[in-house]
């Protein structure tokens, strides 16, 4: 919010505030990446029709704003080695370019729109929630985009339709019992732990 939408606004405030644009920007990919299971699941819940083709759609979506998220950090890295202007320089030489996942773009505008009106017609989603849902096609897409009022309505959106789906799931199943948690918490923390330096690694 306090800084310009487009790339050269974000390149200079990342040289400016590096730790603010990268919590931001890595917290905007991690989102991005964990919503794919309740878009997956409330597509599931709707039945044959709009839902499972909204979903696919939002999904293919989410999929494409990871990639952006790729090229986000790759121009922020490339800040940090050459400096904002040089940065701003090379990707606008290069914004343009082709790249294959390009028409998932559609996908992530179309997506959310088509999936909130297959939930509303399964009456899976009331009609606040189900607009709510649709309002996430407001959502800036592509590389380096900033945030908008825009956007939050969009992400306020989303934790509408979302939150109490989620909550309304997680209670309709028994919950596992005590010793399964503390057998299971323990190998997670380890195997997400391990991934992350597995990662790091390369």
Same mark, same amino acid.
């Given at each position: ?7 050269? &606004? ?6 400016? @505030? ?17 919503? %794919?299971?309740? $878009?997956? =699941? ?7 029709? %709009?839902?499972?083709? /909204?979903? =696919?759609? @939002?999904?293919?979506?989410?999929? #494409?704003?990871?990639? !952006? &998220? /790729?090229?986000?950090?790759?121009? *922020?890295?490339?800040?940090? +080695?050459?400096?904002?202007?040089? #940065? ?28 909130? *009106? ?7 989603? /009331?009609? $606040?929630?189900?607009? +709510?849902? +649709? ?20 992400? #306020?959106?989303?934790?509408?339709? *979302?939150?109490?789906?989620? *909550?309304?799931?997680?209670? &309709? !199943?028994?919950?596992?019992?005590? #010793?399964?948690?503390?057998? %299971? ?18």
């Amino acid at each position: 919010m306090p800084y310009d939408f487009f790339y050269p &606004a974000q390149l200079a405030a990342h040289e400016s @505030a590096p730790a603010l644009l990268a919590t931001s920007y890595a917290l905007i990919a991690v989102g991005t990446f964990l919503l %794919w299971p309740a $878009v997956a =699941l409330l597509a599931a819940g709707t039945g044959p029709g %709009w839902g499972p083709v /909204g979903g =696919l759609l @939002a999904m293919s979506g989410l999929f #494409a704003r990871v990639f !952006h &998220a /790729g090229a986000d950090h790759m121009a *922020f890295r490339l800040t940090d +080695a050459v400096g904002a202007d040089l #940065a701003t320089e090379v990707v606008s030489e290069t914004y343009g370019a082709f790249q294959p996942l390009s028409f998932l773009n559609v996908a992530a505008l179309a997506g959310w729109p088509i999936l909130a *009106f297959g939930a509303w017609r399964a009456r899976v989603l /009331g009609p $606040v929630r189900a607009l +709510a849902l +649709a309002s996430a096609a407001a959502l800036p897409l592509g590389v380096l985009k900033g945030t908008t009022p825009l956007s939050l309505m969009a992400l #306020a959106g989303l934790a509408i339709a *979302f939150v109490p789906y989620g *909550f309304t799931v997680l209670t &309709a !199943h028994p919950r596992p019992s005590r #010793a399964a948690v503390l057998r %299971w918490v323990p190998v997670t923390l380890a195997a997400v732990g391990l991934m992350v330096v597995l990662g790091q690694a390369g």
